[in-house]
């Protein structure tokens, strides 16, 4: 005896599967275009509009039906028992198939909108250093699960049983586990370094006792990905990371040395250098990169026809070479309005990109 409609309307699974309905007819409607796309060459334009059209038609056409064998809508006569035959198909094997394929493009695609609306923040900062790895890393994770999922979903509808597959799987792991001790080592050391934070996508490190040095543009369980300053990637197994300097983590320092000509007068330099530095940082552009007020070191090195004077800015990270070239400019303006030659014999303004050294130098007479 069929069940009377209103009392369908008010059942709170009918909506349920109603929902559910809708998604499915989404889901195979997304994935018939591409499968149309791979046809379309074979096709002229106006034929192509027409299978959008029919396939379109026809996605429509089976929901409306399946909806009114839901909803228990006898009194249909064409579309009822259509939607029943439908939905008895869909209980078959090759429905249940559609329906985890389905499912497993939904979540994909669900992990995908998730993340996007991650937003990270456009400074620089330990924060969103860590949202962003740690967005990367779980989005990665989710995906892998996923498959995993759908794949013991399929096997489970093959008649293979995955636990039955999982214990061969480990019978046949340990015959190559000594292969595979370097992976877990990766994933190991890729866990703790997330864990720990210990850097993370953005920040600039050096590695392998100064080898390797460059910016984090990915970082996994198993893999670090570096881009130098010329464009080149290098991509390193987290288990051969041990000693790290990270030259972004909090703040950082820019140690700017100016050789002066053994004849010139080393206070009045010294007033000059802490003249620019205050400069700069009472500068509105300058002012947000720097930490603190800029600090005069002092003399810190004697030659035979140089004298090094030093002065150090505190800035926040990946600032150090904004703040080192503009130094060397406006210092270069002032010390020739002042007087002050710079070291002997004739030498060029340069900077060292390194991150905690910048030096001086220019022609000027003894």
């Given amino acids: 005896m069929s069940q009377n409609p209103?009392?369908?309307?008010?059942s709170p699974l009918v909506w349920v599967e109603i929902a559910l309905l809708l998604v499915a007819a989404l889901v195979l409607y997304r994935l018939g275009r591409p499968l149309l796309a791979l046809m379309a060459p074979h096709f002229k334009p106006q034929q192509r509009e027409w299978m959008q059209a029919i396939w379109t038609l026809l996605i429509g056409l089976a929901t409306v039906a399946v909806g009114v064998f839901i909803l228990n809508l006898t009194g249909v006569?064409?579309?009822?028992?259509?939607?029943?035959?439908?939905?008895?198909?869909?209980?078959?094997s090759a429905g249940q198939v559609l329906l985890i394929v389905g499912l497993a493009f939904v979540a994909w695609h669900l992990v995908s909108a998730v993340s996007n609306r991650i937003v990270t923040p456009d400074r620089f900062d330990r924060r969103a250093v860590r949202i962003k790895t740690l967005k990367d890393v779980v989005d990665s994770t989710l995906r892998v699960i996923i498959v995993v999922m759908s794949l013991m979903a399929l096997l489970q509808l093959a008649g293979i049983s995955p636990m039955s597959l999982l214990a061969g799987v480990s019978v046949m792991g340990v015959a190559v586990g000594f292969?595979?001790?370097?992976?877990?080592?990766d994933i190991f050391n890729g866990f703790f370094i997330l864990l720990e934070g210990q850097y993370g996508v953005g920040d600039h490190i050096t590695i392998s006792g100064g080898s390797i040095s460059g910016t984090v543009e990915d970082l996994s369980l198993r893999t670090t990905t570096l881009r130098d300053g010329n464009g080149a990637v290098y991509i390193i197994p987290n288990s051969q990371i041990n000693t790290v300097m990270v030259t972004t983590r909090d703040w950082a320092g820019v140690s700017a040395n100016v050789e002066i000509?053994?004849?010139?007068?080393?206070?009045?330099?010294l007033r000059v250098l802490e003249a620019v530095g205050n400069e700069m940082y009472a500068d509105a552009q300058w002012n947000p990169l720097m930490m603190a007020p800029?600090?005069?070191?002092?003399?810190t090195a004697l030659g035979l026809d140089a004298v090094t004077v030093q002065i150090f800015f505190k800035v926040y990270p990946k600032h150090q070479s904004d703040i080192a070239m503009e130094f060397n400019r406006r210092v270069k303006v002032a010390l020739q309005q002042a007087g002050i030659p710079l070291a002997a014999p004739a030498r060029h303004?340069?900077?060292?990109?390194?991150?905690?050294d910048v030096r001086l130098l220019a022609a000027g007479g003894a």
């Fill in 6 to 10: 209103t009392a369908v309307l008010t």
């Fill in 77 to 92: 006569p064409v579309l009822y028992p259509l939607g029943q035959d439908i939905a008895a198909g869909l209980h078959q």
């Fill in 179 to 185: 292969g595979a001790q370097s992976l877990v080592q």
């Fill in 261 to 269: 000509s053994r004849r010139a007068d080393a206070d009045q330099a």
């Fill in 294 to 299: 800029a600090q005069v070191r002092g003399v």
């Fill in 349 to 356: 303004l340069s900077f060292e990109p390194t991150p905690m």
